[in-house]
């Protein structure tokens, strides 16, 4: 789902404002500002992530934050333009605490143009359209939102905490508010018993939601997590490199998007791609036909250089 990347910010005096450890950002995001405004991630449940294992969750105190603005103020060149809120889920931020820290950030980082964080139904749906609206008029641009699967059954057994419809709410919010939705999928999440219903429906999630970015990142169950547990138990089993491009082929095939960049070219993924979808589909489709008939490992992603 996302790429580790080490953030740790300094006063003038040298006290570490970041408490160690390494902050998590969509690989889209690797010239962002990373502010930390939450440690941790206030759901950190679901059955395949490791991200935030021993982190408790936590919201900053608005000083720390403000004096992390001040540090990027004061470098020179001025630093990116863009500005990425962590950790995992920081829209779960009270409405008051994120319109504090966004008008901060405006006054202090005059020329940062996008605000983006990670978001899921239940950050998102805590909002109503008008605070989403308050916030992208501050400069909330775009909301990553791993929503891994259209299947309820994948969903409530990956314990993500949603289900489709509330995606299809916490969607339709955030294009109300005019807020950029950016969505993450998991290829393999319905093992292999569920792979081919997992495909079809987040086809059919996708075309319902119509987002304007689409991630397709592949599972990889981490030992310590729930899902590695199911795995050694026999109870989860992992779908197959070549099974896993299927699910990809299904997805390509069947969502029909208006305007979507469609990436597969996360760490995880054995066939990187990266295209608009409605445009590039048959070439998309040809790409992975080719890998499909072929069955040649040799074609795919090693499995050491593949990443998290
Ligand atoms: S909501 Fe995101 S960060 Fe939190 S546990 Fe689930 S996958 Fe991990």
Request: net charge neutral.
């Amino acid at each position: 789902m996302t790429t580790p990347a080490p953030f740790v910010t300094t006063h003038a005096d040298g006290r570490t404002l970041i408490p160690g450890g390494n902050v998590f950002r969509p690989p889209s995001e690797a010239d962002s500002l990373l502010l930390q405004v939450s440690v941790g991630c206030s759901h950190n449940r679901c059955s395949y992530c490791a991200m935030y294992q021993g982190k408790r969750f936590a919201i900053r105190p608005q000083a720390e934050i403000e004096a992390l603005i001040d540090a990027f103020a004061s470098q020179r060149p001025a630093p990116s333009r863009r500005v990425f809120l962590c950790d995992g889920d920081a829209l779960i931020l009270p409405q008051a605490r994120l319109v504090a820290t966004l008008t901060y950030l405006r006054k202090r980082l005059p020329w940062v143009q996008r605000v983006a964080t990670y978001g899921d139904c239940r950050s998102i749906l805590r909002k109503s359209v008008a605070e989403l609206r308050e916030l992208a008029a501050l400069g909330l641009g775009m909301v990553y939102h791993g929503v891994e699967t259209g299947d309820d059954l994948a969903m409530a057994s990956i314990v993500k905490g949603s289900n489709r419809a509330e995606v299809i709410e916490a969607a339709d919010r955030l294009r109300e508010a005019g807020i950029l939705h950016s969505v993450i999928v998991l290829l393999g999440i319905g093992g292999v018993a569920g792979s081919e219903r997992h495909a079809h429906e987040t086809a059919s999630l996708l075309t319902r939601i119509d987002p304007p970015y689409v991630g397709a990142l592949t599972v990889t169950p981490v030992p310590g997590t729930p899902l590695w547990d199911a795995q050694q138990a026999g109870t989860f089993v992992l779908p197959d490199p070549f099974r896993t491009l299927e699910e990809l082929r299904i997805l390509v095939d069947e969502a029909q998007l208006t305007a979507c960049r469609f990436a597969s070219n996360h760490a995880s993924n054995y066939l990187p791609m990266r295209a608009e979808l409605s445009r590039d589909r048959v070439a998309m489709l040809a790409a992975i036909d080719h890998v499909l008939a072929a069955r040649d490992a040799g074609m795919l992603k090693p499995e050491w250089l593949r990443g998290l």
